[in-house]
């Protein structure tokens, strides 16, 4: 396939990063400002020269092969504020980061067109959503083992990385955190860990080696998307304890590569016995580690999302496209 144009928007630094590794460019909307969601080429992220700011009031003047949306206002508002006729009749994808919110199962996605690509990050977000008329692919996650980073634990605590914990209440599990935290010493590190008494925001480059002390890493989540921390965590080797809830049931063997269950009592009880037990903890990580790098490697990632991209613009791929590769440092 040759090299793509494709337009798409800020929504998730991380994941957009991960994006990247596809052998395309990305042509990233901004705005004056760069409010969320507009932030274009911008933050602490190792981006590639393929990773390109697009001013939004010069879309109309652009060419695109490709447009790649991510939130409701992006597919509602901004094609019809910013692009052509011509550019919104473009080869289409949705990219869905989240679960349905207004109702686990009946909510049906703004999307409801049949030449539009809807793109599901995991097969439980796929299962959960209403997609009416529209085509559905899952592209899970793929993520990039960082050079030189591996488990330590020698830190005899837990790691939280949640943003905004304190805000977003009980579907992020603040509760549970508080109730986890009586029990268990824990961190909380992301954006706005202060609010609910973390130690603030560790850049995304920064964030393997940080964690890489810590015993476990927990994730109180109940109910989202499949975070792409703890699929890094697992890359290092530091392992898991998280509610069994969405997609975690399928990512975690419990009691071999980390810990599940929706009994929270059973998950403090799993913390406990990571805390006294380092071999334990090395060799459970160790399990995680190797699972994660077998399903959410970054070259799988890669070819999925060019089968996607292939399948959508009418472009024939290439054999063997590798990815971009970019490493974080």
Request: proline share 6%.
């Amino acid at each position: 396939m040759r090299p793509l144009d494709i337009l798409t928007w800020h929504t998730h630094g991380s994941y957009l990063y991960y994006l990247s590794q596809i052998p395309h460019r990305l042509y990233v909307v901004s705005k004056p400002g760069r409010p969320a969601g507009y932030g274009g080429r911008c933050g602490h992220m190792p981006w590639g020269d393929n990773v390109i700011d697009m001013p939004a009031d010069q879309i109309r003047h652009h060419r695109f092969d490709c447009i790649i949306f991510q939130d409701d206002h992006q597919y509602l508002v901004d094609q019809f504020d910013y692009m052509t006729p011509a550019q919104r009749n473009l080869p289409r994808i949705y990219l869905e980061h989240d679960t349905p919110r207004e109702h686990p199962t009946d909510m049906p996605h703004p999307v409801d067109d049949p030449n539009v690509l809807l793109v599901h990050v995991t097969h439980f977000n796929a299962l959960m959503w209403d997609s009416g008329r529209t085509p559905v692919k899952v592209i899970e996650h793929g993520v990039i083992a960082p050079e030189g980073v591996q488990y330590r634990g020698e830190l005899e605590r837990g790691i939280v990385v949640v943003n905004h914990l304190a805000r977003r209440g009980r579907r992020l599990g603040g509760d549970i955190f508080a109730v986890a935290r009586a029990q268990i010493p824990l961190d909380l590190v992301g954006m706005g860990a202060e609010e609910s008494g973390g130690l603030g925001e560790v850049q995304h480059a920064e964030l393997p080696e940080f964690i890489a002390d810590y015993r476990f890493f927990f994730n109180p989540i109940r109910y989202t998307s499949l975070g792409l921390a703890v699929i890094e965590a697992m890359m290092i080797g530091v392992p898991v304890v998280a509610l069994a809830t969405t997609e975690m049931t399928t990512v975690i063997d419990n009691g071999r590569s980390g810990f599940v269950d929706t009994n929270v009592d059973r998950l403090v009880e799993a913390m406990q016995l990571l805390l006294d037990d380092a071999d334990a903890a090395m060799d459970i990580g160790e399990q995680g580690r190797r699972a994660a790098l077998a399903r959410f490697n970054i070259r799988r990632f890669v070819a999925d999302w060019n089968a996607a991209l292939s399948e959508v613009t009418g472009i024939a791929q290439h054999a063997n496209v590798t990815p971009m590769l970019r490493l974080v440092r």
